[in-house]
C-alpha cells in the first residue's frame, strides 16, 4: 500500500500566520490518466472529515481561498495563509491513485 | 443537498458480525460516476479505507480486510450496506460512508456511527 507521510505531526500557530503541512508519498501519485488523485481532508473536534483540496490544487466549493495546494509526484503541501481560528483540527492526506485508497497520519493544527 | 447518515448496532461481542447501513439523499447511486465508501476511524487514529460500490454495482475491498467484507446497495439507489464478519476489539472505530465522485476525491461524509467490539 501507499504510505503517506505528514510532517509536522503536531503544529502550533498564532491566529494569522500562515502555514505549511507536508504530504510524501511512498509512490508517485501521478497516474498513467495524468491525474494525481492526492486530496486534503479537514477533521474539526469532533466532527467528520470535510474536503478541502481535490486533485492536489483544486479547492472545493465553499472553502475560503487562504487554503491552497501544490506539488507533484511524491511530494505535496497544503498551505494556509492567514489562520484563523476555525481552520484548527487534524488535517489529512488521502490518495487515490493505487488501490486501495490510503491515508496520512495526520498533522494536528492547534493555538498556540 | 446531499446528505449521508450511518447506522449500525452501537456495541457488538467479538466473533460477531457488524451490520452498518449508509441512508443518503440527495444524489442517486444509479448515476453514472457515483462510488459509496465506507472509511473507519479508531478514537484518536487516522482513517482507513474498508470497501466501496459505484453506480454499476461493482465493488472494491481493502485487500487487508478483504474476506471479512461484504458491500452492498439496495435497489432503490438510496442506501449502502457494509458487513464485517468475525469481529474484534480491533473493529472498535467511528464507520463513516462517504460520497467518492470521479475525482477519487470523498466531497461529503456522514455524521459518523461509532462501534464497539467488546464482551
Known amino acids: 500500500d501507499v504510505v503517506l507521510t505528514q510532517t509536522p505531526p503536531t503544529l502550533s500557530a498564532t491566529i494569522g500566520q500562515s502555514v505549511s503541512i507536508s504530504c510524501r508519498s511512498s509512490?508517485?501519485?501521478?497516474?498513467?490518466?495524468?491525474?494525481?488523485?492526492l486530496h486534503w481532508l479537514l477533521q474539526r473536534p469532533g466532527q467528520s472529515p470535510q474536503l478541502l483540496i481535490y486533485?492536489?490544487?483544486r479547492l472545493e466549493s465553499g472553502v475560503p481561498n487562504r487554503f491552497s495546494g501544490s506539488g507533484s509526484g511524491t511530494d505535496f503541501t497544503l498551505k494556509i495563509s492567514g489562520v484563523e481560528a476555525e481552520d484548527l483540527g487534524v488535517y489529512y492526506c488521502?490518495?487515490?491513485?493505487?488501490?486501495?485508497?490510503?491515508f496520512g497520519a495526520g498533522t494536528k493544527l492547534e493555538l498556540k | 443537498q446531499v446528505t449521508l447518515k450511518e447506522s449500525g448496532p452501537g456495541m457488538l461481542q467479538p466473533s460477531k458480525t457488524l451490520s452498518l447501513t449508509c441512508s443518503f439523499s440527495?444524489?442517486?447511486?444509479?448515476?453514472?460516476?457515483?462510488?459509496v465508501s465506507w472509511i473507519r476511524q479508531p478514537s484518536g487514529k487516522s482513517l482507513e479505507w474498508l470497501a466501496a460500490?459505484?453506480?454499476?454495482?461493482?465493488?472494491y475491498y481493502n485487500p487487508s480486510l478483504k474476506s471479512r467484507l461484504t458491500v452492498s446497495k439496495d435497489t432503490s439507489n438510496t442506501q449502502v450496506f457494509l458487513k464485517i464478519t468475525s469481529v474484534d476489539i480491533a473493529d472498535t472505530a467511528t464507520y463513516y460512508c462517504?460520497?467518492?465522485?470521479?475525482?477519487?476525491?470523498?466531497?461529503?461524509w456522514g455524521q459518523g456511527v461509532m462501534v464497539t467490539v467488546s464482551s
Open positions: 462517504a460520497r467518492l465522485l470521479t475525482t477519487r476525491a470523498f466531497d461529503y
Open positions: 488521502v490518495q487515490g491513485t493505487h488501490a486501495p485508497y490510503t
Open positions: 486533485l492536489v490544487s
Open positions: 509512490q508517485s501519485l501521478l497516474h498513467s490518466n495524468g491525474n494525481t488523485y
Open positions: 460500490i459505484d453506480w454499476d454495482g461493482d465493488k
Open positions: 440527495g444524489f442517486s447511486l444509479s448515476t453514472s460516476g457515483m462510488v
